[in-house]
């Protein structure tokens, strides 16, 4: 049984000089580490579908201009044997497999090998603690993230408890695999990256930033199916804009989201 993964080095993706329009799988290539840019690390089954989505727009042109840089682990080459193994069946039986202690261990190693600064370990899991705008910040605050992607049954739980792996969960649903999730991740917090977002888009006023939802919104035609824009929109006078969406932001909030609006009602007590 051979144990040593035939190649341990990540693979780095994004690079300056790379074409808005290329195919995602263009943007992969080895490249110098930028010694100060975000970090994703991804340990991942499907290599090949990173950077997918965000090689493309705002995450895509951040990477390419080095704000942020993605590096991805191929699990499979920590397999074992011949046909590279990396799950086998759960212990005390069941259905399904689950991926290898001793495979993700090698492969979180490797990959941790060229973490820099503080960059939290987390699993991706319909377990974990639920990811919000609040964990987007601090991570968007931080050095970059390790992101592991589980897939089939799930990872061998010794692993979780000796790496002290943080799992986080992207909400209350079973999907295929952790590689969605990490995407999803990492688009949240590479948004919030200085730079990443045009003045025109910020992310100050936008739902969740201040524990509410955003108001509607509303552009061109001023008519459109015989609905019109609320007047008070029109009516260039700031501070009532700025009084009607922020009710607005309220309603929804206690309508939709009784849960933050909850939250918002204990902060906003805290303060006051
Ligand atoms: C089919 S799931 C395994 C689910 C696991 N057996 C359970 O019941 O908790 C395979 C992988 O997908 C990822 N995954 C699935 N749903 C997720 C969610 N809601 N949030 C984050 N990751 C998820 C995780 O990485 C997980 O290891």
């Given at each position: 049984m051979t144990d040593q993964p035939n190649s341990s080095a990540p693979r780095s993706h994004g690079r300056k000089?790379?074409?808005?329009?290329?195919?995602?799988?263009?943007?992969m290539t080895d490249r110098p580490v930028l010694a100060r840019a975000w970090t994703a690390q991804v340990i991942t089954?499907?290599?090949?579908?990173?950077?997918?989505?965000?090689?493309?727009s705002l995450t895509g042109k951040a990477l390419k201009d080095g704000v942020w840089q993605l590096e991805t682990t191929d699990l499979r080459r920590f397999g074992v044997g011949k046909h590279r193994n990396v799950d086998d069946t759960p212990a005390g039986g069941g259905a399904g497999m689950v991926l290898r202690a001793d495979v993700l261990g090698n492969a979180i190693e490797a990959t941790r090998r060229g973490a820099r600064g503080r960059m939290p370990l987390i699993h991706l899991s319909p377990r974990g603690v639920p990811f919000d705008q609040a964990m987007a910040q601090d991570l968007a605050r931080q050095d970059g993230v390790t992101l592991l992607c589980g897939r089939f049954?799930?990872?061998?739980?010794r692993v979780l408890e000796h790496f002290d792996i943080l799992e986080v969960s992207m909400g209350d649903y079973v999907l295929t695999g952790g590689e969605l999730p990490a995407m999803t991740l990492i688009d949240a917090c590479v948004r919030l990256l200085p730079g990443v977002l045009g003045n025109a888009e910020s992310a100050v006023e936008e739902s969740h930033s201040a524990g509410l939802l955003e108001h509607p919104q509303y552009t061109r035609p001023a008519e459109w199916q015989g609905r019109t824009i609320p007047e008070v929109l029109t009516s260039g006078d700031h501070a009532k804009v700025a009084a009607w969406r922020r009710d607005q932001s309220e309603r929804l909030t206690r309508a939709r989201r009784p849960d933050l609006w909850a939250r918002h009602g204990d902060k906003s007590s805290e303060q006051g």
């Open positions: 000089t790379l074409r808005p329009t290329a195919q995602p799988q263009e943007l089954l499907l290599p090949d579908a990173f950077p997918g989505l965000l090689g493309t049954e799930g990872v061998d739980e």
